[in-house]
Every structure is written in C-alpha cells, then in structure tokens.
C-alpha cells in the first residue's frame, strides 16, 4: 500500500521556484526509514546512471564537504571532467550538484529535475513510502552526471553510509574522514557504532583512504575493509601534514601524498583540520588516479594551484569587515573544538563574539563549551527552521556554561547579529583596548546559510 502523503504527479517544472517547492513537498531529510529499496528502484528506472562513472565515495563526520571541494579542485585542475555531490546546501539547493568544479545554475537544475520527475511518480506508486527529498536529489545528481557526462563523480554521503541514499554507488575509492559522535539518534551513541555505519560505504575491492580515526572507530573501519578485500591507506602512516604555518588568509603547507612530498602548498582555508582534509583529498586523487599501483608524483604546479583555488563556503568564512563576521558550520562538539582551535592559530580577534543557533536534536551543551574559551559573550538565536532549538532553551543550556552575565537572548538571527556586532565594536569597554572585535556565527550549516544570505555573502 503506497503511503498516502506521497507527493501528486509531477509536472514539468519551469522556474528553480517551482522545484524547490516540488522538493520540499517530499520527506524532509530528517524523515528517515532507513533503506536503498526507493532510492535503488529510483536509479533502476533511470537506468543506473550512476554505474556509468567512477565515484569516489565520502562519508565520516566532519570534514566531509571541504575534502570533497579539495578532491574536486584537484581533479578539475588535471583536466578531468568532474561532478560532484555535497550535502546539506549552505544557502541554494543547487549548490548540492556540481560539475566541473561549478553549481548548477537555476536552469540546468531545473533541466535536471524534469529529466527524472516522471520517473519520481512510478516509484512512489510502487513502494511503501514516496521517494524523499533527498533521494530525489541523489538521483537527480547521478543522472546530471551520466548526462553531463563526467570523468569521475565525487559523492559525499548525507548521513552514515550503509543505508545513505547515495550508497547505490559503488565507490572506486572511499573516503573516511574523522569519526565522531553526531546524529547519535540514527546512527548510534558510541563512535565504534557510527563507524559500523559509516563502514558500508567500503565496497568490494575498492581502495580506502582513512584520516586519522579514534581507535575504536579505526578497528570497525579496518575490519571491513579486510573483510571485503579493499586496500587501505591511512593518514600517519601512509600520508599526512608534515607541517603547516598559519598566514594572512590561509596556511602554507607541507604535505606527504602517497607518490611523493609536495611543499609550499598554500591552501586560503584555516585550521589544522582544513591541512588535514588536504593531505585526505591529495592522497584520495592519488589512489584515484593510480588505480592502487604506485605511481610518479602529480606536477607540484598543478598541485599547489589547484589547492589556492579552493574555497569552502560557511566555513572560517570572513564575509565582513569592521567588525569582522565569520561564518562557520560547526555543529557537533569535534566541529566546535576544531573550529575554536583554528580561531586561536589563525586570527587575532578580542573580544569574539558567538551568534549561536543549533538544531534541537544536537548535543548543544557541548557544543557550546567546546567554544567557551573562545567567547568572550554569547547571542543565543535560532533559524527559521521547525527543527532549531528555541532560543530561550538554549539560553538556558548556555547560561550554565557562561554564566548570567555572558549569555544574550535574540531569537531573531537579524537582530543577534546586529547585537553581536555592536559588543564587538564595542571591545575596548570589554577589556580589549586594541578594538579587534570580531562575530563568530556558528551552530549549524542552516544557521550559517541564514547568516550568509542576510549578510550578502564575502565582500
């Protein structure tokens, strides 16, 4: 029996208006039945475009989006045609799909949607529950792909691996980032239980590149692969961050890749944690390119000019001046404390001041003291979204954290950024005469794309 809230027959979109309203009238990607049976009679209709490239394959729990930006820049700058797959959006859904290093503009997204909506219709008459939004999209992105068509597609998973819809790929290379406690509720409490997740996108054969993991999530990662006859390779002992110089607008970097050492790589993100996805992407293009064999190193130009041009918005992102407003995505406590350590190395702002939004199901408290050396007061907002945190309930998280006397209520994130920016300019009266006030919002990817799209972006 098909679930009656499936959405009616599509029609032919004609404006990117009229798709996000036909997406977002699907199951929201926090509606979850964990299974591949719509998402593989989805691409099974289509006709499996997603067979017809390699894909290289992303999942862990943080670092995912950035890594995937790097893999890509990397690939695109050694001529190769890319596409490329990332979850959630910052501002716009057709930042979600990629090719060639490039968004899909409103009217390829457009032309992508109707390209599958037919099909939408015939799967959700077929199984027990309608296609989901972000099933949709997936399917979306790999028939873009076939089409366009690209090289190689590089995929970061929404949530987990086994179960992601994205999954139906069979990744040439998979990619684990840093494994964390996050989404705790779908994927499990314990990091050894998210790493059993997360592990399923390791595949038969395949090649897998590992950042450096906690123990208990190395030993699940290493089991499977094992038991599926991948081969690994691992940040520490196979590649890594020889060394790193924070500068004006980035860092300068020495990286060790599987084919050889490439130095005086500048990379215009912060943070020992944005060094360490480089030295990931760098060896995931490697094993991509090598097929598993050694190989001769890449050209060092090529390297170092692909790093320069990446970019990774709403993370460490200045988008203002005077006082300075940076945008970052952190959202669960491993973000926060990379984030709050990649602000004490590579910035110099007194006071920092927290705008702070979260969604309702994430660990707020610890997020909010991972980030409290860091802050010198705190706004406490919430997004326009039904899944925020009120405002005042995070208030109250955070006054046992701060204290009284630290913590602002501003429920609209206009007004607690404007709030913010006044304590900032006003950072002699808090102690610092220098007057290098900054704002720091922060939370959550929807808080951070409200911010950016209030604030009009970089200027």
């Known amino acids: 029996m098909t679930d009656s809230s499936a959405p009616d027959a599509p029609r032919l979109a004609e404006t990117y208006a009229e798709v996000e309203d036909a997406l977002l009238s699907r199951w929201p990607e926090t509606r979850l039945e964990p299974s591949l049976d ?57 930042e979600r799909i990629s090719i060639d290093g490039e968004p899909l503009d409103d009217e390829a997204f457009v032309r992508a949607f109707n390209d599958v909506a037919a099909y939408t219709h015939l799967v959700d008459e077929d199984q027990p529950h309608p296609l989901s939004f972000f099933e949709t999209v997936v399917g979306m992105a790999y028939a873009a792909f076939a089409d366009a068509p690209v090289e190689v597609a590089v995929v970061e998973v929404g949530m987990g691996g086994s179960w992601d819809a994205t999954n139906v790929a069979d990744g040439a290379v998979a990619v684990v980032t840093p494994i964390a406690v996050d989404h705790a509720r779908y994927l499990g409490e314990s990091v050894a239980a998210i790493a059993q997740e997360k592990a399923g996108i390791i595949k038969p054969g395949a090649q897998v590149v590992l950042a450096q993991q906690p123990q208990e999530a190395a030993v699940v990662l290493l089991e499977r692969a094992a038991e599926v006859g991948a081969t690994v390779v691992r940040e520490g002992l196979d590649f890594g961050v020889i060394s790193r110089v924070p500068g004006v607008g980035g860092q300068l970097l020495s990286l060790q890749g599987l084919r050889g050492r490439y130095d005086d790589v500048f990379l215009p993100l912060h943070g020992a944690h944005q060094a360490q996805n480089a030295a990931v992407a760098l060896a995931t293009v490697e094993a991509f390119l090598s097929g598993g064999d050694a190989g001769e190193p890449l050209d060092e130009e090529l390297v170092r000019g692909a790093f320069a041009e990446v970019t990774s918005p709403g993370r460490l992102e200045v988008v203002r001046r005077s006082p300075s407003i940076v945008l970052d995505a952190a959202h669960n406590p491993a973000g926060a404390e990379a984030t709050a350590a990649a602000l004490e190395d590579s910035f110099t702002f007194s006071p920092l001041i927290g705008v702070v939004g979260v969604m309702g199901d994430k660990d707020a408290e610890g997020l909010l003291a991972a980030f409290e050396p860091a802050l010198a007061h705190l706004v406490v907002t919430q997004n326009s979204t039904s899944r925020a945190m009120p405002a005042e309930e995070l208030a109250e998280v955070a006054r046992g954290i701060y204290g009284e006397d630290r913590v602002t209520v501003a429920p609209r994130l206009a007004d607690a950024i404007d709030a913010a920016a006044a304590l900032a300019e006003a950072g002699e009266a808090l102690g610092s005469p220098l007057g290098s006030g900054a704002v720091l919002v922060t939370g959550s990817v929807v808080t951070v794309g409200e911010a950016r799209t209030l604030l009009g972006g970089p200027r």
């Open 38 to 94: 719509r998402i593989r009679a989805f691409t099974e209709v289509l006709g499996d475009p997603q067979r017809s490239y390699p894909v290289i394959h992303l999942t862990g729990t943080n670092g995912k989006t950035s890594t995937s930006r790097m893999v890509d820049a990397l690939l695109t700058t050694l001529e190769l045609r890319t596409g490329r797959f990332t979850s959630p959006h910052v501002e716009r859904m057709t």
